[in-house]
């Protein structure tokens, strides 16, 4: 049973940063596609930016372009977000998933996290 644990999120300002990372256990992941979903308060769960097994980036939602970075460390089984210059409009839940595809949509994914809070005040 693979589980995945993220950390990392926290209350910041506009334009600070933050790294999330999600640690995976309970199996070897090279394989899979990792990917980071968010949730802001009262909307849909939507896709940020996946990673392959093999490390294909998975083109990351418009609105991060530029300021988003996903990585992942296979040996660690961990995967990274750095996030920078933080906005408003950036406050949400965020969770990482896991996927035998690379894909960005969430039906796709079948083991996700628990989320971290991310909250970027004005």
């Known amino acids: 049973q693979v589980q995945l644990v993220e950390s990392g999120g926290g209350l910041v300002q506009t334009g600070d940063s933050l790294r999330l990372s999600c640690v995976a256990s309970?199996?070897?992941?090279?394989?899979?596609?990792m990917a980071w979903f968010r949730q802001p308060p009262g909307e849909e769960r939507s896709f940020v930016a996946g990673?392959?097994?093999?490390?294909?980036?998975?083109d990351p939602t418009e609105s991060v372009k530029g300021r988003f970075t996903i990585s992942r460390d296979n040996h660690k089984n961990t995967m990274y977000l750095q996030m920078n210059s933080l906005k408003p409009e950036d406050t949400a839940v965020y969770y990482c998933a896991l996927s035998a595809v690379a894909a960005r949509t969430a039906a796709l994914y079948n083991t996700w996290g628990q989320g971290t809070q991310v909250t970027v005040s004005s």
């Open positions: 990673v392959t097994g093999s490390g294909g980036i998975i």
């Open positions: 309970g199996h070897s992941l090279s394989t899979y596609t």
